[in-house]
C-alpha cells in the first residue's frame, strides 16, 4: 500500500516552495518532490528577485537570506552593433531598505536557503527524485503521483504543480496544449567572477550595498524579441540574453554565439575586462503570457509558477514575484478546500478567484496584447531602435556643418526610414500594448 | 575577456551522468525528413551536430535539460524526459 500525504507539491523553485512554506505554517502535512541534486541546482534566472511575496512569508529575509546587493541603480540600453544610446534611473529611495523589492540573487544558493526554510517551518523536501505521472482513481480523479523510485507512489489529497516552465505533468493532466516555440524565450547566461571593490568602482556603486542592473535591446539579441542583462552581485556579475525561440529558430542563431558577441560589445566589454569565468547556464522562461496560460486548476490539482507562464515578461522581467505569490495563493486554495474536505474542481476555484485579485492575473492581464504585438512587429526592433541610436549619435556631433543643417539631415534621414503612417500605427500599438490596455 | 568555446564554458558546469541512460533520444529516420533541423543551431550546448552525409548526431551528456530541444522539434523526431533525480545538470550559481 502506498504511503500517503495531504499534498504533494512538485518542484522546489520558488513557486513549489512558498506554497510548501505556506502549507506547513499552517500545520499541512506537505511533501516536496525537487528532481534536482539540491534545490536550485536546475535553476537559473538573471536574476533580480523581486521580494514582495517573500517578505510576506519572511519579513526579515534580508538578514538570513544569501540576496547579492540590492539594486539601487537601473540602466535600459538600446544598442546596435558597436554604439548604445540608454536612460539611468537613479532613485534615493530605492538605496534605503526594503530596496523597491529588488535584490540581485543567484539561484543555486537562494532556493537551497528557501528550501530549508519551509523544511523548518515542517514541510518534507525530497530531492533527487522525478515525478513522472499522476495515480487515477477509477474515475479518473488524480489520487497522487509516481515518482521515479523504488516504491515511488505516494498518494494525496492535492497536487500543486510547481514544476516550472517544461511542466510535463500539466501536458499530462490535460490542463495544457502543446507548447509552442513562439510561447518561449531562450535564456543563456555566464556568472563572471570580479572582485567587489572593481563592481563598485565600474558601475559607480558606493558600496556592496548598492547594486546595478542594466537591461539591453536591439542588437543584443540580432533585432529579433528578447533582451541582454547584466546585473551585479557581491562578487561576480550576471550578463546574459534572451530570445524567442521562434525568432532565433527560423535566423538559425546560436545563442552563445549571440552571447559572446554580446559580451564582446565595445559597451560591455570594459564592464567585464579581465573577469573570471565562472559558470556558463541556460534556461527557458515562458512568454505567452495572458493567452498563454494553461488551465490553472482541475479536480485535486492546482498549477502555480512558470508552470501556468505567470510570468511578466513586457520591460519587467517579472516571474520570481509572480510564483511564490502563485504558490502562496495555491496553499491558501488548498487550505481553504481541506477545511471543506472537498478538492474537487468547484471547491478549488477558489485559487482561480485569489489570483484574479492579485497582481498576478491583473499584470499578466494588462500586458495581453502585447506578446501578440511584439511578434507580428518584428519590425519594432529593427527600425527605430538603431534609427534612434544613429539620431542620438548625429545630433551630437561637433563638425562644420551647422547645427540646423545638421538637424535637417537628421530628419531626412528618419523619414527615409519609416513613413509617417506606420510610425503612428506603431504608436498607437506600442501605448496600448505597453501603457493603456 | 577570453572568449571561451562552447566546450569550455560546458567545462565549467558539473554533471552526474546516468552512463548509457540517455534521457533524450532521437529517430534518425524522422530526423533525415526534418526539413528544418532547428535544433542543431538552438542548443544552448550544441548537443545536436551534424555530420559529413547532413545526419543529426545527438550526445546526451553535458545537456542543460532546458527543453528547448523538445517544443522546436516540428518532426516529433525525439523522445524527451528528465534524468533520473539527482542525475544530469548541477549548478552551484544558477
Ligand atoms: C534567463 C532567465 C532570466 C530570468 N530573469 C528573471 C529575473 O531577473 N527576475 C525574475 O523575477 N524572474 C526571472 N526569470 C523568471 C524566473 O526564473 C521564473 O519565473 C521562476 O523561476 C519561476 O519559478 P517556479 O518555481 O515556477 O519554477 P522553477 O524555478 O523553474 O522551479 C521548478 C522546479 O521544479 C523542478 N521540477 C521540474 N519538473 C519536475 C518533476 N517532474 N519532478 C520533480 N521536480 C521537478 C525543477 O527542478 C525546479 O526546481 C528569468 C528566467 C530566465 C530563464
Ligand atoms: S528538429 Fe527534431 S526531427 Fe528535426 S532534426 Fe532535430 S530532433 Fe530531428
Ligand atoms: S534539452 Fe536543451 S540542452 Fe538538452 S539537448 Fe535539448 S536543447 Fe540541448
Same mark, same amino acid.
Given at each position: 500500500?502506498?504511503?500517503?500525504v ?7 523553485g520558488?513557486a513549489?516552495?512558498?506554497c ?6 499552517a500545520?499541512?502535512e506537505?511533501i516536496?518532490?525537487?528532481?534536482g541534486?539540491y534545490?536550485?541546482?536546475?535553476n537559473v ?11 510576506k ?12 546587493r540590492?539594486v ?10 558597436k554604439d548604445?544610446?540608454?536612460? /539611468? !534611473?537613479g532613485f534615493? @529611495? &530605492? ?9 540581485? $540573487?543567484?539561484?543555486? =544558493?537562494f %532556493?537551497?536557503?528557501?528550501?530549508n ?10 530531492? /533527487? !527524485?522525478?515525478?513522472? @505521472? &499522476? ?9 497522487? $503521483?509516481?515518482?521515479? =523510485?523504488? %516504491?515511488?507512489d ?6 500543486v ?23 518561449? $524565450? ?13 563592481i ?18 536591439g ?18 556579475v ?19 554565439e ?28 515562458p512568454e ?24 511578466n ?6 516571474g ?7 504558490g ?35 499584470d ?10 511584439l ?9 527605430y531602435?538603431?534609427l ?16 540646423g543643417e ?25 501605448f496600448?500594448?505597453f501603457?493603456?490596455? | ?19 548509457g ?14 526539413p ?5 543551431t538552438?542548443?544552448p ?41 539527482g542525475?544530469?545538470v ?5
Amino acid at each position: 500500500m502506498a504511503e500517503k500525504v495531504d499534498v504533494v507539491v512538485v518542484g522546489g523553485g520558488p513557486a513549489g516552495i512558498a506554497c510548501a512554506y505556506t502549507l506547513a505554517k499552517a500545520g499541512v502535512e506537505t511533501i516536496v518532490f525537487e528532481r534536482g541534486g539540491y534545490p536550485g541546482s536546475k535553476n537559473v534566472m538573471g536574476g533580480i528577485l523581486f521580494t514582495n511575496a517573500l517578505a510576506k512569508l519572511i519579513p526579515d529575509f534580508r538578514e538570513h537570506a544569501p540576496v547579492e546587493r540590492p539594486v539601487t541603480k537601473r540602466k535600459f540600453l538600446a544598442i546596435s552593433e558597436k554604439d548604445a544610446l540608454g536612460v /539611468e !534611473t537613479g532613485f534615493s @529611495d &530605492f538605496s534605503r531598505p526594503p530596496h523597491n523589492n529588488n535584490f540581485t $540573487v543567484l539561484r543555486a =544558493r537562494f %532556493d537551497q536557503w528557501f528550501a530549508n526554510q519551509a523544511e523548518d517551518a515542517g514541510a518534507m523536501i525530497l530531492s /533527487e !527524485t522525478v515525478v513522472d @505521472d &499522476f495515480i487515477y482513481d477509477d474515475n479518473k480523479k488524480i489520487i497522487g $503521483v509516481k515518482t521515479r =523510485r523504488d %516504491d515511488g507512489d505516494i498518494l494525496c489529497n492535492c497536487v500543486v504543480l510547481a514544476d516550472g516552465v517544461n511542466s510535463l505533468l500539466a501536458k499530462k493532466a490535460g490542463l495544457r496544449s502543446e507548447f509552442k516555440p513562439k510561447d518561449f $524565450v531562450l535564456g543563456v547566461k555566464m556568472v563572471l567572477g570580479l572582485p567587489a571593490e572593481k563592481i563598485c568602482e565600474r558601475f559607480s556603486l558606493e558600496s556592496k550595498n548598492d547594486g546595478a542592473a542594466y537591461e539591453f535591446f536591439g542588437a543584443v539579441t540580432n533585432n529579433i524579441l528578447g533582451s541582454g542583462f547584466i546585473y551585479t552581485n557581491l562578487e561576480s556579475v550576471s550578463i546574459g540574453l534572451g530570445v524567442a525561440l521562434d525568432g532565433a529558430c527560423k535566423l538559425g542563431l546560436r545563442p552563445y554565439e549571440l552571447l559572446d558577441k554580446f559580451m564582446d560589445h565595445p559597451y560591455v566589454r570594459p564592464l567585464i575586462k579581465d573577469s573570471e569565468p565562472i559558470e556558463y547556464s541556460a534556461h527557458l522562461l515562458p512568454e505567452g503570457g495572458y493567452h498563454g496560460m494553461p488551465h490553472v486548476f482541475h479536480d485535486n490539482v492546482l498549477v502555480c509558477g512558470d508552470a501556468a507562464s505567470f510570468v511578466n515578461t513586457s520591460i519587467y522581467h517579472e516571474g520570481s514575484n509572480l510564483a511564490m505569490e502563485s504558490g502562496i495563493l495555491a496553499a491558501k486554495a488548498v487550505m481553504q478546500a481541506r477545511g471543506r474536505g472537498d478538492f474537487s474542481a468547484k471547491s478549488l476555484m477558489k485559487y482561480a478567484e485569489y489570483l484574479q485579485e492579485s497582481i498576478v492575473i491583473k499584470d499578466l492581464k494588462k500586458y495581453e496584447r502585447l506578446p501578440g504585438f511584439l511578434h507580428s512587429s518584428p519590425h519594432l526592433f529593427n527600425n527605430y531602435l538603431d534609427l534612434a541610436i544613429e539620431l542620438a549619435k548625429d545630433y551630437f556631433i561637433v563638425d562644420e556643418l551647422s547645427k540646423g543643417e545638421r538637424q535637417k539631415l537628421m530628419f531626412k534621414k528618419a523619414w527615409g526610414r519609416v513613413s509617417v503612417m506606420q510610425l503612428i500605427g506603431d504608436a498607437y500599438k506600442s501605448f496600448r500594448s505597453f501603457i493603456w490596455n | 575577456m577570453k572568449k571561451l568555446s562552447i566546450e569550455d564554458k560546458i567545462g565549467l558546469v558539473k554533471f552526474k551522468v546516468d552512463t548509457g541512460k540517455p534521457h533524450i533520444k532521437i529517430k534518425p529516420e524522422i530526423c533525415k525528413t526534418c526539413p528544418e533541423k532547428y535544433c542543431v543551431t538552438i542548443c544552448p550546448v550544441e548537443n545536436y551536430k551534424l555530420d559529413e552525409q547532413g545526419n543529426v548526431i545527438f550526445a546526451f551528456e553535458g545537456c542543460y535539460e532546458c527543453g528547448t530541444c523538445r517544443i522546436v522539434c516540428t518532426k516529433c523526431g525525439l523522445e524527451w524526459d528528465y534524468p533520473l533525480g539527482g542525475y544530469g545538470v548541477c549548478f552551484r550559481e544558477g
